[in-house]
Nanobody, 123 residues
Framework: QVQLVESGGGLVQPGGSLRLSCAYS????????MGWYRQAPGKQRELVAD???????NYADSVKGRFTTSRDNLKKTVYLQMNSLKPEDTAVYSC?????????????????WGQGTQVTVSS
């Protein structure tokens, strides 16, 4: 059983910062790219940032220079540091990963999502 659990969301004023965490657990053989997505009310889910197993990162144009993603493989956690937050960053943020699992000697794979954490930027 694989779990991705986000934390760190909340209410912050414009210009403020938050750090989201996504902890993963389970019978994981390997994880390649991990991504952060967000979905605002009435809008489609969009990719915010992702990070490969080797540490290469990719960001949406709307967050470049403000958000940074990182991963700590020993702690089995991926982070999203969000600075200079704007009201338009308000959304539910979720982490995602394509994971290969192993259990009883059998491999399987799938796309896994966390439950999401609310980020609200408002004065």
């Amino acid at each position: 059983q694989v779990q991705l659990v986000e934390s760190g969301g909340g209410l912050v004023q414009p210009g403020g910062s938050l750090r989201l965490s996504c902890a993963y657990s389970g019978s994981i053989f390997s994880i390649s790219t991990m991504g952060w997505y967000r979905q605002a009310p009435g809008k489609q889910r969009e990719l915010v940032a992702d990070i490969t197993s080797g540490g290469s990162t990719n960001y949406a144009d709307s967050v470049k220079g403000r958000f940074t993603t990182s991963r700590d493989n020993l702690k089995k956690t991926v982070y999203l540091q969000m600075n200079s937050l704007k009201p338009e960053d308000t959304a539910v943020y979720s982490c995602n990963a394509y994971i290969i699992t192993i259990q009883s000697g059998r491999y399987s794979s799938g796309d896994y999502w966390g439950q999401g954490t609310q980020v609200t930027v408002s004065s």
